[in-house]
């Protein structure tokens, strides 16, 4: 499928639903004390997509793929700091532990590190769509960089003639071959 906006990605699609999660996430009350934190993450997420969108509106293949590796490394900066997030949370022992040491009047109230803890799902939830558009992202740019497409900037008629016939010969090429091969298989199952 050939795309025209860069708004009708699958992911760039995924990447704007992880930027409305984390900041849908961050705006908790966990995050309150934590606003170097949240502002960082929400950054990052907000830099998948944007940097998906920028790169494709580049002309040239090469500006893409730089802006695809730069939205990769946003994703991976987004899981980093919500594993962060998770190790802040503590594990279940810790939270009890924690929670036994404390006065009667103290328990009462949960500490930050606990409802942090509470996170725990959406935060399992994020790290997967972040994984999840930094494989799609780096299945497009794979598959960018075996192409012999250099970019809208450098189509012109001509160009995307030459591009197009060399397409068609190689479908001819493949098609000729199938040929060759059914025809060899036909021959030697007549001769057994």
Same mark, same amino acid.
């Given at each position: 499928m050939k795309y025209e906006r860069f %708004?009708?990605?699958p992911v760039w699609?995924? =990447?704007?639903? $992880?930027a409305e999660r984390i900041f849908t996430m961050t705006r908790r009350s966990e995050f309150g004390q934590l606003r170097e934190v949240r502002d960082q993450i929400r950054r990052a997420a907000l830099s998948v997509s944007n940097n998906i969108a %920028?790169?494709?509106?580049?002309?040239?293949? =090469?500006?893409? $793929?730089s802006f695809l590796y730069i939205a990769r490394g946003s994703a991976g900066e987004v899981r980093s700091m919500l594993i962060f997030c998770e190790r802040l949370g503590g594990t279940e022992s810790e939270i009890s532990n924690l929670k036994s040491q404390?006065?009667?009047s103290r328990a009462q109230a949960p500490d930050s590190r606990s409802r942090m803890s509470d996170l725990r799902p959406e935060i399992a939830e994020l790290k997967s769509?972040?994984?999840?558009?930094?494989?799609?992202?780096?299945?497009w740019a794979d598959h960018l960089q075996n192409s012999d497409i250099q970019g809208q900037r450098r189509l012109n008629d001509q160009t995307r003639q030459a591009w197009q016939a060399t397409r068609s010969?190689?479908?001819f090429l493949r098609k000729l071959q199938d040929i060759r091969?059914?025809?060899?298989?036909?021959?030697?199952?007549?001769?057994?």
């Open positions: %708004e009708q990605l699609r995924d =990447a704007m639903k $992880l %920028e790169g494709f509106e580049r002309g040239t293949t =090469a500006e893409l $793929l404390m006065s009667d769509l972040a994984e999840s558009c930094s494989r799609q992202i780096r299945a010969t190689e479908a091969d059914s025809a060899a298989k036909s021959g030697a199952k007549q001769g057994e």
